[in-house]
């Protein structure tokens, strides 16, 4: 009764999420200024990002390769409220296919093929203070491999998280990610920088919209005419459900590993940007659960070359 009153209670939040920003774009008040604290600076109310990704074949320890080809499209809306409050709105979608040759921890058959994730999410920043704000981002997410069904692939959670400016050039935060993750809840600590070391060289946490997500930091440098340099470093991992008709009839897989990367970017105009990855999954892991939760196959894969092209568009 507590996870379905859960699941009511992040539904009619992100619904009321909705409603704020499209009644908002339709009817924006004349003197609306964007929240001090958002922690995307970006003031397009609108951002589409679209990124394909090739993670390269790495040996299994068990024996055997795994690669995947990952193709993202992420769709962000913002509307500032007021000067002291503002909403998001998330969409993401990411289709994964990945490549098994000769697994033999996983009985030489493929376990898994095209995994399909489908993600919604709302956020609200508020600024407590000056100098305090707080964001919250409740999501809900869909985590399937073709075949299995949509019911019982459903992961809910989000993020909440503190942040206080010391100075024009340096925010700090902290908080948590917290996820129901197809009966695995996940706590992750969050650790929030944007510090702005001098003129060009920036650190703060990876991009929402990059292909490693936002549980990371980033080094950048402005290198001039619209160019960007940066390397970092993240966590990054999945649950989903597997295919009813499969090896592993109605299980979960779980793959986390610590990506890499170096990334040059470019501006196009105000409104464009690319940005090129390049870099490697690091201590990557894969597992099978069976329906009941436990633990049946594992297996580790070498470090992983991966490339990644990210094109956004703000309008």
């Given at each position: 009764m507590v996870i379905a009153l859960f699941r009511s209670t992040l539904s009619t939040v992100i619904l009321a999420l909705c409603f704020c920003?499209?009644?908002?774009?339709?009817?924006?008040?004349?003197?609306a200024e964007p929240a001090a604290a958002t922690p995307q600076p970006e003031t397009a109310p609108f951002t589409i990002t679209v990124t394909p990704s090739r993670q390269f074949d790495a040996h299994l320890?068990?024996?055997?390769?795994?690669?995947?080809?990952?193709?993202?499209?992420?769709?962000?809306?913002?509307?500032?409220l007021s000067e002291t409050l503002g909403v998001g709105l998330n969409f993401i979608y990411e289709f994964a296919d990945y490549n098994f040759s000769a697994p033999v921890a996983f009985s030489g058959a493929k376990p898994w093929g095209q995994v399909h994730h489908l993600e919604l999410g709302g956020s609200v920043v508020y600024d407590v203070t000056p100098v305090w704000s707080i964001y919250v981002a409740p999501t809900v997410?869909?985590?399937?491999?073709?075949?299995?069904?949509?019911?019982?692939?459903?992961?809910?959670?989000g993020d909440i998280f503190v942040t206080r400016d010391f100075s024009p050039?340096?925010?700090?935060?902290?908080?948590a990610e917290v996820f129901d993750e197809l009966g695995k809840v996940t706590p992750l600590p969050?650790?929030?920088?944007?510090?702005?070391?001098?003129?060009?060289?920036?650190?703060?946490?990876?991009?929402?919209?990059?292909?490693?997500?936002?549980?990371?930091?980033?080094?950048?440098?402005?290198?001039?005419?619209g160019w960007e340099a940066a390397a970092g470093g993240a966590y990054k991992s999945s649950r989903f459900r597997l295919s009813n008709s499969g090896l592993y009839n109605g299980g979960v897989a779980e793959e986390f590993s610590y990506p890499a990367w170096g990334r040059i970017s470019r501006k196009a105009g105000k409104n464009l940007n690319?940005?090129?990855?390049?870099?490697?999954?690091?201590?990557?892991?894969?597992?099978?659960?069976?329906?009941?939760?436990?633990?049946?196959?594992?297996?580790?894969?070498?470090?992983?070359?991966?490339?990644?092209?990210?094109?956004?568009?703000r309008f």
């Open positions: 920003i499209v009644s908002g774009f339709c009817a924006a008040p004349a003197s320890s068990g024996g055997g390769t795994v690669g995947v080809s990952r193709y993202l499209l992420d769709i962000t809306a913002n509307k500032p997410e869909f985590l399937r491999e073709d075949g299995a069904g949509w019911n019982n692939a459903v992961a809910y959670g050039t340096l925010t700090l935060g902290l908080g969050l650790v929030i920088v944007n510090w702005k070391i001098n003129d060009r060289l920036v650190l703060a946490n990876s991009s929402q919209t990059g292909p490693m997500g936002q549980l990371g930091a980033e080094l950048a440098y402005t290198l001039g005419d690319f940005d090129l990855y390049a870099g490697a999954m690091l201590g990557g892991e894969l597992h099978i659960d069976d329906s009941n939760g436990n633990r049946i196959k594992s297996d580790r894969y070498d470090p992983a070359p991966f490339m990644s092209l990210a094109f956004s568009a």
